[in-house]
Every structure is written in C-alpha cells, then in structure tokens.
C-alpha cells in the first residue's frame, strides 16, 4: 500500500473519532431539559363571588275567594295593572242543599215567631192605651216584637247569601272577585267553569290571581356554606339577567339566612338583595341572574399567576422557584395576599424582575438532527 494512502486514511479515521469525541463532549455537556420562565405583572385584583338565583317581586299577593262556587267570568288577563278594588273575576254560587234547606227553614220559623209576637204587641198596646198594661211591660213586649222583626231580616240575609252569595244590592258581593293592592297580575290559575274553594281557617282557598308590584323586585340566590361567612348585609351586588345581558342592575345584600339547605351534598344559604330597576327597563319575574359581589379588591398590586405556585409538603406554605442563571433556578417562599383564582398578589418575598419558573418542560433538539 502507498504510504501516501495510508496516512489519508489514518488522518480521516483520526478526524472521525476527534468529531465524535466533541459530539459526545457536547452533547453531555448541554441540559436535556429547559424550562420557560414568566415574569411578574402590575394589575388590580378583585375577589369575588359569582351567585345563581333569579329576580323575583319582593311581595306577591295571592288572590283567594271568600266563597265556594264556580268562576261565571274572568275580566283580566294576565299582565294587566290593576289598582286595589278592581273587578278581576264573577264567582256563580252553587249551594249546599242542606244548607239551603236549613237556610229556609229558619226564615219559615223567623215569620211564624214574629206573627206571634206581633200578635202579642197589638194587644199589649190596645190594653196600654186603656191604661191596663203597665209601661214596663209594653215596653218588653215592644222589644219583643223588635227582635222578632231583626231575627227574620237576619234569617232571610242569610238564606239570600247561601242562595246567591250575597244580599241583594249590596256594593261588596262575596261573588266579586277584586283585587287587593295594586300591581300587576302576574298569574290566572284558573279559568271559567273551574270551581274553587273559599279560605277558612282550615283551607288556604284557592288562588284566583297572583299580584305583584314590578316596581320593587328583589334578587333571590343561594351561596354555599364556604362563601357565606365573608358576606355581611349592605353589600353591594352588580346583578347581570340572562334575559338583558347589556343591562347591570345595582343592588344591596338585605338578608342572609340564619340556616342553611343540603342541596346534592353541598349546604346552601340563602340570600335577597333590593333591585333597583330603571323606568326604561322592564322586569319580569322570574329572570334568571347572577349576582356578583365583591368580597376583596387591591389596585395596582404585584401578581403572579396562581399555576406558578408549588406548596411545601411539610409545611404547606406556597413557593416558586426563580431563574438565577441559564436553566438554574432557586426556590423562594412567598407572602401571598388577594387572589382571584387566577392570578394572586405577593406581598413579599419576590422582585418585580424576578423570572419565575414555569412546569412544562422544553426539550431540546440534539444538534445532531439539524
């Protein structure tokens, strides 16, 4: 073999093993892993509760019957305002017929007592006259013949209103279905033909309307046992509807249940806030909302991002860790304040340079494949 050739192929088999020596060198010498960094931001903080419920008047007034029957006519609708005293609803009596019966028969007793008595007051007074009958017992049977005359008046009102459901020509008929206050009517259960029954102290009746003043409505919802004991009556609320979601609608928090209601394990409590409606804007009950109520609020704070943060196994107590060189970080513990699930503010233990380590690690790309 030439020497010439020999030493070529000694010389390349040389740089081969020198170019894996510095490959190997290289690569071992370069981090598998990198890891990005974020760094610290100025901005305001809120702490928050978001709560579900739904608008509702702060007063509805059940419209009931004070008598048995059946609806004869309907005269609103629902939606209607209507001032206290109006004509809502014409109830038809049907009577009981042994009432009606027993009824009769005491306006039959009433006459036959009355003709008696009257009987006895004709003669007691031709014999006063005569000056044979004392005055003290004319005047006894006067009386008399007087509470004969009011018992059948009595017992014939009571039969007109059994027959019919009230005394002929008065303005206040039991029949009269009217309105109570004024508002709206939000509901007609019933319809004409339906039968109802009056409310006594053994029956609450049955619901002829429902009224309601749309002026003063309330926010109703419930917070979960772990929000209520940072809420305190006076609260502001920024209530949002479903149904107009360009409209915000202020309120104030007025009431917090004393007790709580298990709902799927969760125990709920609670609570009503005073709406303030605008006139331009129209309410109807029942619209779902949302209540937002502010329980905390810095401006202008240093934040950090809540995904950053690590938790000492042993004492709990939160940490990042901070690039001090190229994929070198140090652990650093923090004093934390308001957060808003999402990003936290840290009262101390970090600079507004600092670079914080972030958990999705980088690999790098062996040189090798470029």
Known sequence: MNKYVKYGIIGIL????????????????TPTELYKTESLEKKDI??????????IPEDEINIKPQITGIIDRILMDEGAKVNAGDLIAVIKVVPNEQALYQAKGRVSNAELALNNAKIEY????????????????????????????????NAR?????????????STAANTDIRATVSGTILEIPVKEGDQVIQSNNFNDGTTIATIADMTKMIFEGEVDEAEVGKLNVGMPLSISLGALEKNKF?????FIAPKGTETEGAVQFKIEGDLVVNDSTYVRAGYSANASIVLEEKKDVLTLKE????????????????????NEFERRDLELGVSDGIDVEVVSGLEEDAKIKVWNKLEKKDESED
């Open 46 to 55: 809120v702490n928050k509760v978001i709560v579900t419920g739904k608008v």
């Open 14 to 29: 040389t740089l081969g093993i020198l170019y894996a020596m510095v490959h190997f060198l290289k690569k071992n010498s």
């Open 250 to 254: 202020d309120a104030k928090l007025k």
């Open 157 to 169: 009102a009571d039969y007109q209103i059994i027959r019919k459901g009230s005394i002929g020509g």
């Open 307 to 326: 995904a950053l943060l690590q938790f000492d196994k042993d004492t709990e107590k939160p940490f990042v860790e901070i690039e001090v060189a190229e």
């Open 122 to 153: 004709d003669r007691n007074k031709t014999l006063y006259d005569k000056g044979v009958v004392s005055n003290q017992d004319f005047i006894n049977q006067k009386l008399t013949f007087e509470q004969a005359e009011q018992e059948l008046k």
